[in-house]
């Protein structure tokens, strides 16, 4: 069984939050919204399986690392994500040898390295940097790399996002590059049908994943089919963050879909 957590606007947090197994935190909201950050450390506070995430798709550059750092310790989540440079191997690599040796971070926590690349070999030597170098309780693999067009080139490129990464986890269990005994992450979703590839593939090493597709294709009134979505709304959650939303059933319509996709229930 994969945990889920699908991030969703403020108003709905309490109501989504009953479908999905843990939270997933942006950070950069937290300097900006101050409801926002109560909705989490009362989740903390009730016991809630929390990652605070980087917010490097939203701002397309990860959060200042030290700033990072100081919300780390002040919301003391089950996990966080280390700031990395997206597609860049060396940067990545590089923040999480810096974050390392200055001591960043919150022992209470676990540290998830996201593994970042542009070829298949980037990708393995900074995977490698994260399982055996930098002292990692997680890593986490990205839904959109630009070397999934590469390996899975399709006419539609969130068909080669989701085959992509179906393949770079086969690649990489096949060379014997994984480490079945560290937990992974499934960083966001092209196509929700991707995470019936796992179901029954016996990657038990997936530990979780996140992505507010259900929701935001949700509030734009777009239902799930039975095989999914063979397209994705471009809108990013964040965006939507104080949107007022009333009526909830088509989004919880679509999360329960996504749970059977993704672990037949």
Request: proline share 3%.
């Amino acid at each position: 069984m994969i945990k889920i957590a699908h991030e969703s606007p403020k108003s709905i947090f309490n109501e989504v939050q009953k479908y999905t197994d843990y939270d997933y935190a942006l950070v950069h909201l937290f300097e900006e919204d101050k409801e926002y950050l109560k909705q989490f450390t009362e989740a903390r506070d009730a016991g809630r399986e929390i990652i605070l995430d980087n917010s490097i798709f939203e701002l397309e550059e990860a959060f200042d690392a030290v700033k990072f750092d100081k919300w780390v310790k002040k919301l003391k989540p089950t996990w966080y994500i280390v700031p990395d440079a997206l597609e860049d191997a060396t940067k990545t690599c590089d923040q999480m040898e810096d974050w390392n040796n200055k001591g960043l971070g919150y022992e209470g926590s676990g540290k998830i390295g996201v593994v970042q690349g542009k070829t298949y070999d980037e990708i393995v030597d900074c995977y490698n940097y994260m399982n055996k170098s930098a002292n990692v309780d997680m890593i986490a693999i990205s839904f959109d790399y630009s070397y999934y067009t590469a390996s899975v080139p399709h006419s539609n490129k969130y068909v080669s996002w989701m085959l992509g990464r179906v393949k770079l986890l086969g690649d990489l269990f096949r060379d014997g590059v994984i480490n079945i005994h560290k937990p992974h992450h499934l960083l966001g979703c092209g196509l929700p049908q991707e995470f019936s590839f796992y179901k029954n593939s016996d990657y038990d090493w997936i530990y979780s994943l996140d992505t507010s597709n259900p929701v935001v294709h949700g509030i734009k009134g777009i239902t799930y089919g039975t095989d999914g979505l063979w397209s994705k709304e471009r809108q990013k959650l964040h965006e939507l963050i104080n949107s007022d939303i009333e009526d909830t059933n088509l989004i919880l319509n679509n999360i329960q879909k996504f749970k059977w996709l993704t672990n037949g229930n």
